[in-house]
């Protein structure tokens, strides 16, 4: 419980960092710890929630995209003439909801994803112009890496039809890899963020302070939890379901202004005590 408590004073506790700071390193990055994993699995599974979702999900999306396309007996049906290129932008947006951030893949090019069935196989030689991915007619060439994988091995089955309904069931029935796939994926990003942040609060608080006689570490023990917002801020985005990027923003600004207060007690409690001591 002693987590929760660190958690809830860290943001409304103005006197809580009087104490945090004495805290050993071992105790503030078990805090840390402990906060990536909640809110990774927050983020997580809220986002494989929206990932497999009937309504708000990928199905139609991925439906759209591959649509008129099935692996049948694993080899890869398609009723359009081979060679096309699937839209870059389209594929973008699946890119997007397979990573769980919004924008993070900004832009494919439409040569990026090949579907490519001739027989014999066209040999692509790497370069920009050259596709990124190839679906052939047994297996899933990726051009740069010069690797083929067959369909059986990437998709776990050896027949799929990409219809909106044929993959909603698909991802229904694999729900505990699509959680794992998420899970993964937030704590590899929330670690970077959080280490980020970190750095970043204490950073920008040591350059503005006008008392850095306490050291670089003074402040950076005071953003270890100042970050909370930020952190948990984010999770609970992810679990509504809503998609704007300026809440990060904002709850970066709130981690900042919790940071700048406790740096201003601090400064008062050090003030308070010379005086104290002045007048003894």
Same mark, same amino acid.
Request: with cysteine; aromatic share 12%; net charge neutral.
């Given at each position: ?29 078990? +805090?840390?710890?402990? *906060? ?21 999900? #990928? ?11 099935? #692996? ?25 909801? *397979? ?35 190839? *679906?052939?007619?047994? =297996? ?19 027949? @799929? ?41 204490? @950073? ?23 970050? =909370?917002?930020? =952190? *948990? ?17 904002? +709850? ?29």
């Amino acid at each position: 419980m002693s987590f929760f408590s660190d958690l809830h004073r860290s943001i409304f506790d103005a006197h809580f960092y009087r104490e945090a700071i004495g805290r050993s390193r071992g105790r503030i990055v078990l +805090f840390m710890v402990k *906060l990536l994993i909640l809110t990774s699995l927050v983020t997580g599974l809220a986002k494989a929630y929206y990932f497999v979702h009937s309504e708000r999900g #990928v199905a139609a999306l991925a439906g759209a995209l591959f649509g008129g396309m099935e #692996v049948r007996d694993g080899h890869l049906l398609t009723d359009r003439e081979p060679p096309y290129a699937i839209s870059g932008d389209a594929l973008a947006a699946l890119m997007d909801r *397979l990573a769980g951030y919004q924008r993070f893949f900004d832009r494919l090019p439409d040569n990026f994803l090949v579907v490519d069935t001739r027989t014999p196989p066209e040999s692509y030689a790497i370069g920009p112009s050259a596709p990124a991915i190839v *679906l052939k007619t047994t =297996t899933v060439e990726f051009v740069n890496m010069r690797v083929e994988v067959p369909y059986e091995a990437l998709i776990g089955k050896t027949n @799929l039809k990409f219809t909106a309904s044929a993959i909603q069931n698909y991802l229904n029935a694999n729900r505990g890899y699509v959680a794992a796939h998420f899970v993964i994926i937030s704590l590899f990003l929330g670690s970077f963020s959080i280490a980020l942040c970190a750095v970043f609060l204490s @950073l920008a608080a040591y350059v503005f302070s006008t008392d850095r006689s306490n050291g670089y570490g003074y402040y950076l023990r005071i953003a270890c939890y100042s970050i =909370t917002p930020v =952190t *948990l801020g984010t999770a609970l985005v992810s679990l509504s379901g809503v998609s704007a990027e300026w809440t990060w923003h904002v +709850f970066v600004i709130i981690s900042t202004i919790l940071m700048f207060r406790a740096m201003a007690n601090g400064t008062l409690d050090k003030t308070s005590g010379e005086k104290s001591e002045a007048q003894l």
